[in-house]
């Protein structure tokens, strides 16, 4: 999941930072609302988290601007400011969720795996996709039938990324370059290769059928291969 975080509070926006990252993201972060707005519009993120008290461009214009620009992409803000009338001013300008400070890192990565399987179109609160269950807290996946119980097959960083990217938009065919895209932040060092390798280690984890190819087009997840045993 590629993530866009605005924050002018230099210490929040470092420590949101690191525990995103910990938890499985790739985050770009800005602390001002031009340099935000212009990410958003030019970077393919997954979701944004932004604040509203900015020094350079408040965060509701910086909004407005996308969603005038047609960018659908969930944003939930984040705002010392709790007075209500701010909230249905925020969510007018077409935010997707709110939360005020201070909070707790676990109930903002709920609330962004929450809106993530909204826009991907996932109703139910599990992740799973046919005996396939990924478990976000632990970045591991299970068989939900396998004979050794919830015995978790744990997944490195990368690879916790780009099997969650693909169950998100299961059936869809991604290129090499699109999945790099949205499991790399915009820093990383990134080899052409790499999504490939990453692609094989899971496939020698998880069975072959669990992800497949498509030649000359990329790579899908076809939740009815993860009906049946693999
Ligand atoms: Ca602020």
């Given at each position: ?11 929040l ?8 990252r910990?938890r ?21 993120y ?7 008290g ?13 969603r ?16 209500w ?21 676990e ?5 962004l ?6 826009s ?6 599990a ?30 960083g ?23 895209e ?5 820093n990383?060092?990134?080899e ?20 497949c ?18």
């Open positions: 999941m590629r993530l866009l975080l605005i924050e002018d509070d230099v210490n926006c470092q420590q949101l930072t690191a525990d995103l910990q499985g993201y790739a985050v770009d972060a800005t602390m001002q609302g031009v340099d935000g707005a212009f990410m958003g519009e030019t970077e393919p997954d979701i944004i988290i932004l604040d509203l900015l020094p350079d461009l408040p965060g509701l214009q910086v909004l407005q601007q996308w005038n620009k047609g960018i659908k992409t969930p944003v939930l803000i984040l705002t010392a400011r709790s007075a009338h701010e909230k249905v001013e925020g969510f007018r300008t077409g935010a997707d969720d709110y939360l005020s400070k201070p909070f707790h890192i109930e903002l990565c709920v609330r795996q929450a809106l993530i399987r909204r991907s179109g996932l109703a139910n609160g992740f799973e996709i046919g005996r396939l269950r990924l478990d976000e807290a632990t970045q591991s996946v299970f068989w939900t039938d396998s004979e050794s119980g919830l015995d978790g097959i744990e997944l490195t990368i690879e916790f990324r780009l099997l969650r990217y693909l169950m998100l938009h299961p059936k869809r065919i991604f290129t090499a370059t699109h999945l790099v949205h499991v790399y932040d915009y990383d060092e990134k052409s290769n790499v999504i490939e390798v990453y692609i094989s280690r899971l496939r020698k984890k998880l069975g072959k059928a669990v992800i190819t498509r030649r000359n087009q990329g790579y899908y997840l076809d939740p009815d291969a993860l009906q049946s045993q693999v």
